[in-house]
């Protein structure tokens, strides 16, 4: 009997592809084993397993990968669907009831362009490495907003996807490595015990509740035209949970949309890491500066603090500049726990979790500005 | 009806060189693209300086303008 039915059944693959199955099972690993990120992490890694397959047809002409690729992706439709389901998630009450919270979600983001400027420093080594529009995108790892960075680079960086959508999501969940050890470098024991004074009880109106997310597509509208793609689906779902008259919307946003559109975009994040693509030099400094971007991150939240502090009569825990990473709840978490590490009295999780907030807002702003920028 | 929906994400000018003066630079050239990383960096702090400025504003007028009443208005609390 002819073993020829073997060779149609089985297709031969290269190192290289298998090298990305390899990397699939890793995710799925850190996703299920250590929990880092596991809702977007554990549909990446299916996507990467089932796509570096060789022969495999879940992608090609015909794929589902690859059809889920063109509506979402290619359509930039996944990540403003996400946006919605995070608006609707987010509780912006407490910038509401300290409204200069809101500038501690701007220094965070000066990561992004250390990051950016340091993957333009390689093409003095070697010409043409990375384009403007790429570093950029790799810079909007610093945003520490995976939908942010995935709309960025689809526009600006389609090759590089995978690796900056991988960065951005991983390094999300190792916020509470990553950035203690910056905190305790710039910081003395003494600052990180200064126990705030703010009035986190003041009550705000439902009408400002309301209005505000209203209030933000106005000012975008008539500022950052070209930011609405982000901003607009974001305050639309706050817009739906402080409505209080569509709650089902509301529900469903936080729920069905966000975790269906959650699997979808990670499964076809995951098709993306192709071995052609992925596996690249690129990659590596995508992954190095990404890492570079959120350490600059917290390192730039924290010295904004301490500057104010210069000109503050009641002194801010400078630890909360770092919360004002987009990571939301992680780096407030981290921040609570530190200053309780120094102090188990001292309580500035409401603070953080404001400036966390606030993150959220800055990073979107930062993304509208490049794309402002560059298209 | 607005027009931006026809244009495309990354305006091209002639044989696929993007017409976007900062993105035209894809690093052949180290030090323009370095100079147009700088300029891209320096107009977004500014930019995210003014317009957190301009969102803290409008916050504290619509604080201003629509006080809590007393007692009428439980959404004031965290959800």
Known sequence: ?375 | MNDNTDQPSQPVAVQGVPANRFLKHDGTEPGAAFRAGLEISGICVIGIAIVLTIYYTGLRLLVALFPPKPDADPAAHDH
Request: glycine share 10%; hydrophobic share 55%.
């Open chain 1, 1 to 375: 009997m002819s073993l020829n039915f073997l060779q149609d059944l089985l297709v031969i693959g290269t190192i290289r592809e298998y090298a990305m199955v390899a990397i699939g099972l890793l995710l799925l690993w850190l996703a299920i084993k250590k929990d880092y990120e596991p809702l977007l992490l554990l549909p990446i890694g299916a996507g990467c397993l089932m796509a570096n397959f060789p022969g495999s047809n879940a992608v090609g002409e015909h794929g589902f990968l690859t059809l889920l690729y063109r509506v979402g992706i290619e359509t930039e439709l996944f990540p403003i669907l996400i946006f919605i389901g995070i608006g609707a998630m987010i509780d912006f009450a407490i910038v509401l009831k300290q409204p200069v919270t809101l500038f501690f979600g701007g220094p965070p983001c000066l990561g992004i362009f250390g990051a950016m400027l340091m993957a333009l420093g390689v093409n003095y080594f070697k010409p043409g490495f990375f384009s403007v529009g790429e570093a950029a995108s790799i810079g909007i790892i610093g945003a520490a907003d995976g939908p942010t960075s995935i709309y960025v680079a689809k526009m600006f960086a389609t090759n590089w996807l995978a690796p900056i959508a991988v960065a951005a999501y991983s390094y999300m969940s190792l916020v509470p490595i990553i950035q203690p050890p910056v905190i305790r470098l710039l910081t003395s024991s003494r600052e990180r015990k200064i126990r705030m004074e703010s009035d986190y009880n003041a009550q705000v109106s439902k009408t400002v509740m309301i209005l505000f997310p209203v209030l933000i597509i106005v000012l975008t509208g008539l500022l950052l035209p070209k930011g609405m793609v982000l901003v607009g689906p974001l305050m639309l779902g706050n817009l739906l949970r402080v409505s209080g008259c569509v709650d089902r919307l509301s529900k469903s946003a936080q729920n069905e949309i966000s975790n269906v559109v959650t699997l979808f975009l990670g499964l076809t994040v995951g098709a993306t890491m192709r071995a052609d693509t992925f596996l690249q030099p690129q990659t590596i400094l995508i992954l190095a500066f990404g890492l570079i971007a959120f350490i600059f991150d917290t390192a730039a939240g924290v010295l904004f603090a301490k500057f104010l502090n210069l000109f503050l009569r009641h002194k801010l825990n400078p630890m909360i500049g770092a919360a004002g990473l987009s990571a939301f709840p992680m780096s407030a978490r981290v921040v609570q726990k530190m200053a309780q590490q120094e102090d188990p009295g001292n309580i500035i999780l409401m603070p953080a979790v404001g400036a966390n907030v606030a993150g959220q807002i800055g990073s979107i702003v930062v993304g509208c500005l490049i794309i402002s920028l560059l298209s």
